[in-house]
């Protein structure tokens, strides 16, 4: 936009097109500012909102850091992390798909792991939220933040069931999405067929 800008006024001679290409460039300039300052929100080590975030998804769950806790998508692993150093006794798992567009993968959770003493106490594996490769009733505590509605083609309230089978009696989860009622459907009867289920 400004190399267009330029030419415009300096080439073509045409001053109310250069003017477009002027405020297209400050437009997207903007933009580019705007997004830079999200991710730094965002970053850990910068504005720590994802640190926020995971410490209120911990806050949620009425754990007492004896036994196992599941992480469903856990991309590069820092939730995990909290976990494990929220509850020094607990073991914790994370899971992944770890598709390529997202860039993390197990190695890279097992050195975050590493780095913020935690190695020993969390373990990383591929896995598909749609189904988990776990005995049911095998944690003692969930949490997932922001990954089912990342799940394409997945019918949202199965996806969920399929977390719950995995989770013993008296156990807790913790959930984080986009909850839009187009990708969830109705939460309201899902909440009561939970409910009748023995869910809490």
């Known amino acids: 936009s400004v190399v ?9 001679h045409i001053t109310a097109l250069g003017v477009v290409f002027v405020i297209a460039a400050g437009i997207l300039l903007a933009l580019l500012l705007w997004c830079a300052w999200i991710r730094r929100q965002y ?8 640190e ?17 806790l599941l992480e469903v998508g ?6 995990s992390i909290r976990a494990a150093l929220t509850w020094p006794s607990a073991q914790v798992v994370g899971i992944d798909y770890w598709g390529a567009d997202f860039g993390y993968n197990q190695t890279m959770c097992e050195k975050n792991a590493a780095s913020e003493g935690a190695a020993a106490r969390c373990v990383f594996k591929h896995g598909d939220a749609n189904k988990l490769d776990f005995p049911d009733e095998s944690f003692d ?8 509605h990342n799940v394409m083609g997945a019918d949202m309230h199965k996806l969920l069931l399929e977390s719950l089978r995995v989770l013993k009696k008296g156990g807790v989860f913790a959930l984080n999405d986009d909850m839009k009622p187009n ?17 809490q």
Not at 55 to 64: E, Y
Not at 74 to 79: D, E, M, R, V
């Open 4 to 12: 267009l800008a330029v030419l415009s006024f300096t080439v073509f």
């Open 43 to 50: 970053a850990f080590g910068g504005g720590g909102m994802m």
């Open 52 to 68: 926020r975030t995971h410490l209120v998804i911990l806050s949620h769950l009425d754990f007492d850091g004896q036994g196992q």
């Open 74 to 79: 856990c991309g590069s692993g820092p939730l």
């Open 141 to 148: 505590a969930e949490v997932s933040n922001y990954v089912y």
């Open 183 to 199: 990708m969830y459907g109705d939460m309201d009867a899902f909440a009561q067929k939970l409910r009748e289920m023995g869910y």
